[in-house]
């Protein structure tokens, strides 16, 4: 009879996979959680930027930052992503951590104290969440364009209307001339943009404003 094979030390088990180990599971989750906070933090540095930057012009005119949604709707979203982000990622990393802890009241201790805090801190979020979008949802726009390159934005607020041209790229600037007065027609976006005899115009029901004369 001949001598028993020596065990290989190396080899892959026939039935499950490395991750069915605790251990392996806790690296993974850790991964997750340090990936998903770091996505979280990166997202309230740009709520923050966004909330803190006053744009003008060159002459000291405020400025509009608009690419689909404004400075502060775009804002907004990143704040509830990365309350979303960081809320998913506090349990990939404190259960793995608190595993750890081998004197079982205290891990218990930790366990309620951290859930307490996640929860208040949760509600917090949420709160000011709604805050924001109700704040970002008095106001709409309106985008309107000739075919030609030319645009205009119609801001609707509940204390009147207000009209963006213009400046460069993403940015506007408020046109400081006539004002809006048909209202069914605006909140309806019965607008249109186009050029006319006197230049750039903007109709809107019974309304119509020169944005840009001829030739200038």
Known sequence: MSAAEPEDSNAVPAEGTVLD???AWDRVTLAWGIALGAAGLLLFGGHALLK??????GSGQPLLF???MDESQWSCLL????????AAAVPCLFPPLLRRIRLRWLRWCLKGL?????????GVWALFSLFLFFIAG?????SFSDGEGHRALVRVQSYGVEIWTPYAGPLYQRFEGQVLTDMEAVTEGNCTLGSGAAGLELTCGRDTILLKPAGG
């Open 21 to 23: 180990h605790p251990a």
């Open 52 to 57: 803190g930057i006053s744009l003008h012009g």
């Open 66 to 68: 608009y690419l689909v």
């Open 79 to 86: 704040y509830v992503l990365g309350g979303i982000c960081l």
């Open 114 to 122: 951290l859930a307490m805090t996640y929860l208040g801190l949760l």
């Open 138 to 142: 008095t106001w709409s726009y309106s």
